[in-house]
């Protein structure tokens, strides 16, 4: 009888211990509890041109909100507050500061107080998205209603030509579907929806719109270990131009990128029980060179972008 007993009592202590080990890793947010996290990224690029190196430095500030209205098997609708978005710029000495903070100004002559205004309608809207269990937005469910609510005023732009109407593509690309889902999921979407344990890989696979250009990124997602609630994730992620990046066009200009390449790396720190990031810090570089074109005139402007970005819980 006690050499059937041990083997059993054994298994049974065992059990907890296997079960600390493999978690389901899926968004699980509290309903109609709002959720804040914060963004805060460095950003420098060094280019040359005809020689001469420039360095162009960016700091931006997202504070994001998210609350779980309702659930499906298949997803959940939430609603999303980009309760702050601060971009400041040093581009050679010279610095410009676009802030949701500042109300300003939709007829003014700078094109920072032009994309203030704009930032600042939108950090006054709910976005409402839905989202898969990995994190992923799927559809902005009122993206049509947030884009005719703020472009309706980009009429009352006085800025002179070709600054207004490249001002004006910027502020359509903002407030799009893309932008906004890609705004998003950089807080969301890092997630397996799946049961997993130590050592478990996953992939995720995705095209991102940076200053006009298309990237691919292709991040391979491991789980290293668990600390209590908290999941501890390293991210390994590759980034490359695909073969149908459409080029930039600007005043009569244009841009094409292909040569770009980059990786990034992270250290994530997830929370099990709502599968929102409790901490993220991420470094990335890109670079190659972008090949500008115009009537009479061509060149190479080399690249280097160099990205720190820190996510973190809101208490």
Do not use: C
């Not at 709910?126 to 992923?136: I, P």
């Not at 994730?233 to 390449?261: D, F, H, Q």
């Amino acid at each position: 009888m006690k050499k059937i007993l041990l083997p059993v009592l054994s298994f049974v202590f065992i059990l907890p211990v296997i079960a600390q080990q493999s978690v389901n890793l899926r968004l699980n947010p509290e309903k109609n509890k709002t959720y804040r996290l914060r963004s805060v990224s460095h950003q420098t690029v060094l280019q040359t041109v005809s020689g001469n190196q420039q360095t162009v430095e960016s700091d931006v500030i997202y504070s994001f909100s998210l609350k779980m209205l309702d659930a499906t098997p298949e997803f959940m609708v939430a609603e999303v507050h980009f309760d702050t978005l601060i971009t400041k710029t040093n581009t050679m000495g010279r610095v410009e500061t676009i802030s949701s903070a500042d109300e300003g100004d939709i007829k003014s002559s700078e094109a920072s107080k032009v994309m203030s205004y704009i930032m600042n309608k939108l950090s006054k809207n709910a976005v409402f998205v839905k989202l898969n269990y990995a994190g992923q937005p799927l559809e902005i469910i009122n993206a049509k209603i947030l884009s005719d609510l703020i472009l309706k005023d980009t009429a009352s732009i006085t800025l002179s030509e070709p600054a207004a109407s490249a001002l004006k593509t910027q502020i359509i690309n903002t407030v799009s579907e893309n932008n906004l889902k890609t705004m998003i999921k950089n807080f969301t979407w890092h997630l397996p929806a799946a049961q997993v344990s130590k050592g478990t890989e996953w992939k995720i696979y995705d095209q991102i719109n940076s200053g006009g250009m298309l990237l691919m990124v292709s991040s391979k997602f491991r789980l290293e270990g668990l600390n209590g609630n908290n999941a501890l994730i390293t991210v390994e992620s590759e980034i490359k131009v695909p073969e149908n990046a459409p080029p930039i066009k600007s005043a009569g200009a244009t841009v094409t990128y292909n040569s770009l390449t980059g990786m990034g790396k992270s250290n994530m720190v997830v929370d099990t029980e709502t599968g929102l990031l409790v901490e993220n810090k991420t470094q990335t570089r890109i670079t190659g060179n972008l090949s500008i074109s115009a009537p009479g005139f061509s060149m190479e402007m080399p690249m280097d972008i160099n990205g720190e970005t820190v996510v973190r819980a809101v208490k």
